[in-house]
């Protein structure tokens, strides 16, 4: 019998611990220039961060959601349009739309990436179609190649949802260099985090970039003269300080998030599904989703053993109370409803120690129910 030991589902702690005398000194800089709104920060950390993705630009916003809504607005996607992505997001890919006046089309997910199923894209085409937000969902890219021959046969603007895969690669660039323009979110639990709230939309188109840095800001070219209605949604000085400390060490943690998916997969595969990641992608692992029959319960006997998990996503989009008026219904996404039910997000991030990972593969071995699920 193992003693028992906490294994929490992310530990921020562990992570800042080491850096933080560099975080303590950035924020005094902010504090001391005062410069909070918009502040040199904010420049410079969008600078490390286009050069980092490789895009001539990256315009910082509040979130991520504000990041897809305003790349949405700045391709002028709006009313009356329609806007293609994966029934299994998080939710706030729905809602960036719905928050643009466009009307979200959902298409069901590859159930070997879990990322939009090419074919159910094309299929979900109409004439109103403009754009479409592949989402590289738990950190790995989605089938760019698939999806970008489908919106330049329908002329559509490719928006991509980045805020799961910070430094991932698609043939060897950057998730976020691989459409028009790219959301990220520095949710504090992302694998580039900040220190609260915060958000990234990079692009190397030169008129989206200058329109979204006045949608941002209320508009304004010069103080207190505004060319169009904007909104309030800038990248805190703060925030961009302490993200810029982060920055050069995200390469890092991303190598050894993979490096405990290995060990997670060499322990754990055939017992229940593990992630598998598609020739040609690069992936980092924002999330480690097994899949198995037995969830709830699994779920269970690992929170008696005191290791924390998390079910992303429970409910699918498409049947979630927020999007009734979509008007779809159960058994309109069957790949992405099937792993609702069946899917568990292990313990994981970059500070997770081999002794960690041997107590949960442990105790999901303990916990029985044999080889419940080959990987497909
Ligand atoms: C796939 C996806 N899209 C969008 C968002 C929205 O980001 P934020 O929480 O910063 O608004 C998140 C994360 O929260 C996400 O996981």
Sequence with gaps: MIATMHVPFVDLRAQHAPLAHDLDLAIRGVVDRGDFILGAAVERFEAEYAAFIGTRHAIGVGTGFDAIELALRAFGVGRGDEVVTAANTFIATVMAII???ARPVLADMDPVTYAIDPAALAAAITPRTRAVIPVHLFGQPADMEAVSAVAQ??????????AQAHGARWQGKR???LGHAAAFSFYPSKNL???????MITTDDDEAAASLRLLRNYGQRVKYHHAVPGTNSRLDTLQAAALSIKLPHLDGWNAARRRHAGAYASR???RVRTPVAAPGREHVYHLYVIETGERDALQQRLRARQIDTGIHYP????LQDACATLGYKAGDFPATEAAAGRMLSLPMFAELTEEQIDYVCDAIGDAGGGRTAPNR
């Design 193 to 199: 985090g900040a220190l609260g709230d915060g958000g």
């Design 99 to 101: 928050a643009v006046g």
């Design 315 to 318: 409910v699918p989009n498409h």
């Design 175 to 177: 998730a976020g260099s």
């Design 268 to 270: 754990l595969g055939g």
């Design 153 to 162: 046969r329908h002329n559509l603007v490719v928006i991509e949802d980045a």
